[in-house]
């Protein structure tokens, strides 16, 4: 049997092109990892699969496709499921731009990041937070709830993180706000859900099962490292340990809801410190069931610019990532940090995400809340969209900056860090997420995780 000839690939419009996102890399037996990061499409390749590639490239960048052979043909279906391939007519920049700028300034989707209270339980030695004391008053509640009430008839969901402080200190105000918006959600038909950042002392059975009637569904908690540094960076108040009890509480929790657990990263960790963290996990039974990843210590604000030179800078931290996420491939822990599609990087990007700490005060970057200086308003007010405190991070479009729309990576990080940006004066080599340096180790890493989890899943299986 000669070539075949695909009759759809007949019309100009619908001649297929290589997507500018892709990224293959050589692997392991003479396979090679295909990425393609407008997707997030991961995949392993054969050699002779991306040999057959490279000949169908060469055919498409000609349009010389009259003559593609069946084996070329189910390759290009497979690379078109996972975005490898496009359409020729299909502009992918101008595809993101749109998803970019709808979910920008899409009002039907409301995001709240709340504070009850900027109290915390913990002194610890980095925090930006200070000592600062209070919890969210009835008036600011009331407020808040009136805030959203009136979006409300044009929602379709509210989504809620809790945050602090220690939002845990003010369970009380958690409920009243919770039940509150559960019940706007049942008049007006939006779908409501929640997570929380906790330091993990207080979710003790009792409060977990508290949390999960209030719709809470994961929980980021911190652990700076074994038990004998994170006793030492987290203390308590009272001068009292907590990294046992955390642990406890959270064999507990991850029974209930998805924990993660950050390790905060600056220039005193080793990885030996990871190695030892990893025993103590493991030694309380979560390996299985917590996720943990690695968070960039950064001196984000004027209260921790004293920590400034024990910072890494990203360049360098991406580097570490690779050793830290390759220790926790060879014990066994899942990855759970991949480079993900999004059509924005975070709240500050979104005209109706909102910070709210105890006071009402509205913020749009979590390094920012408590300063009043930085404040875009006040949640019993009007919001004033001209606020330049709304503005300094809302204006930055990375569809307007040549390097990010230049960049292979855009769909990741669609420019990364607004705060990082527009604080910091930071050259553009050190304003990229560490995607931008460390993509093809960690895609290996990635790619030997899920291979794990495969063998895991087909080793359950033969048990049962």
């Not at 569904?217 to 700076?224: A, G, M, P, R, Y």
């Not at 400034?308 to 990203?314: A, D, F, G, L, R």
């Not at 993900?340 to 909102?354: E, I, K, Y």
């Not at 995780?449 to 087909?458: D, E, L």
Request: aromatic share 10%.
């Amino acid at each position: 049997m000669g070539p075949l000839v695909d009759p759809s690939l007949k019309k100009d419009e619908d001649m297929p092109k290589l997507s500018r996102y892709n990224q293959f890399y050589p692997w392991r037996d003479g396979h090679y990892l295909a990425f393609n990061a407008r997707s997030g499409a991961v995949a392993l390749m054969t050699g002779e699969n991306y040999a057959r590639f490279e000949e169908l490239g060469s055919k498409l960048a000609t349009d010389a496709i009259d003559g593609l052979s069946s084996e070329e043909q189910a390759l290009l279906k497979q690379l078109e499921y996972g975005n490898f391939v496009h359409a020729d007519s299909f502009d992918e920049i101008e595809h993101l731009k749109f998803d970019h700028r709808r979910l920008r300034f899409d009002e039907a989707s409301l995001g709240l990041v709340i504070a009850p209270t900027m109290a915390c339980n913990m002194a610890c030695k980095y925090c930006f937070e200070e000592n600062k004391k209070g919890r969210m008053s009835p008036q600011v509640v009331a407020s808040l709830l009136s805030f959203v009430e009136k979006k409300a008839p044009r929602l379709t969901s509210v989504d809620v993180s809790w945050y602090g402080g220690e939002p845990l200190l003010a369970l009380d105000v958690i409920e009243d706000i919770t039940v509150a918006l559960l019940e706007m959600g049942k008049v007006h038909n939006f779908k409501y859900t929640a997570s929380m950042i906790s330091n993990g002392y207080l979710l003790t059975n009792d409060v977990v099962d508290r949390l999960i009637k209030l719709k809470v569904s994961s929980i980021q908690v911190t652990l700076d490292g074994p038990a004998r540094l994170h006793n030492d960076k987290r203390p308590l108040k009272n001068g009292k340990e907590s990294f046992d009890v955390i642990l406890q509480n959270l064999l507990y929790a991850s029974t209930k809801m998805g924990i993660g657990v950050r390790v905060n990263v600056d220039k005193s960790f080793q990885i030996e410190m990871v190695a030892e963290l990893l025993d103590q996990l493991e030694e309380a039974g979560l390996r299985d069931r917590v996720g943990v990843y690695f968070g960039l210590i950064e001196a984000a604000t004027t209260a921790c610019s004293n920590i400034t030179e024990s910072c890494y800078e990203m360049t360098d931290f991406s580097q570490i990532e690779i050793d830290y996420y390759a220790l926790l491939l060879q014990r066994g822990f899942r990855i759970e940090k991949l480079p993900s599609p999004s059509p924005t990087f975070c709240m500050a990007q979104l005209v109706n995400s909102f910070l709210i700490d105890p006071d009402g005060d509205c913020y749009r970057c979590f390094n920012y809340v408590g300063d009043k200086s930085r404040a875009s308003g006040n949640v019993k007010d009007p919001i004033n969209f001209d606020h330049p405190n709304f503005l300094k991070l809302f204006q930055f479009d990375p569809f307007e900056d040549e390097t990010c729309l230049s960049c292979n990576i855009l769909p990741v990080c669609m420019g990364s860090c607004p705060a990082r940006r527009a604080d910091r004066g930071l050259t553009k080599d050190k304003i990229c997420e560490s995607w931008k340096y460390n993509l093809q180790p960690m895609l290996e890493i990635i790619a030997w995780s899920r291979q794990q989890a495969h063998q895991k899943a087909m080793a359950a299986k033969e048990t049962v």
